[in-house]
């Protein structure tokens, strides 16, 4: 199979929505945390996406494996901020919040998924 744009592959949607509801989310914290956790968060949502486009744009299967692998480390440290965020309290939109929470583990799984098709030349660049 081969891709023809990144903006077609859902896990560069899904990362979108998910730095979309991540900045949303973060719209409430504390004006303190404007310019770490806040800012930490959205970077690392912001970069799953960026990094899925970026790789596309490499024209290369095993670079674009190594950006796709970039994404998930990006995700998680994404989860790891959200986490340190409620149980400093920071989160007021329990709903949102696990809104959020679904879309990383589901992201998590195509990620995963997408990287073993990459390596194993089921999709090409």
């Given amino acids: 199979m081969k891709v023809r744009s990144y903006k077609d592959l859902i896990i560069w949607q899904?990362?979108?929505?998910?730095?979309v509801d991540s900045y949303i989310l973060t719209n409430d914290f504390p004006d303190n945390?404007?310019?770490s956790l806040t800012q930490q968060i959205r970077?690392?949502?912001s970069s799953i996406s960026a990094n899925?486009?970026?790789g596309y744009g490499r024209n290369s299967t095993k670079s674009y494996s190594q950006f796709i692998k970039i994404s998930r480390g990006s995700l998680y440290e994404l989860e790891t901020h959200l986490l340190l965020a409620e149980r400093l309290g920071f989160t007021y939109s329990e709903?949102?919040?696990?809104?959020?929470k679904s879309q990383i583990q589901e992201e998590s799984k195509m990620l995963t998924a997408f990287i073993k098709k990459l390596e194993n030349k089921e999709?090409?660049?």
């Avoid at 899904?14 to 730095?19: L, P, S």
């Fill in 14 to 19: 899904k990362g979108v929505d998910i730095a």
């Fill in 33 to 35: 945390e404007k310019f």
């Fill in 43 to 45: 970077r690392s949502a």
């Fill in 52 to 54: 899925i486009a970026e």
């Fill in 95 to 100: 709903e949102l919040l696990e809104k959020v």
């Fill in 123 to 125: 999709i090409t660049v």
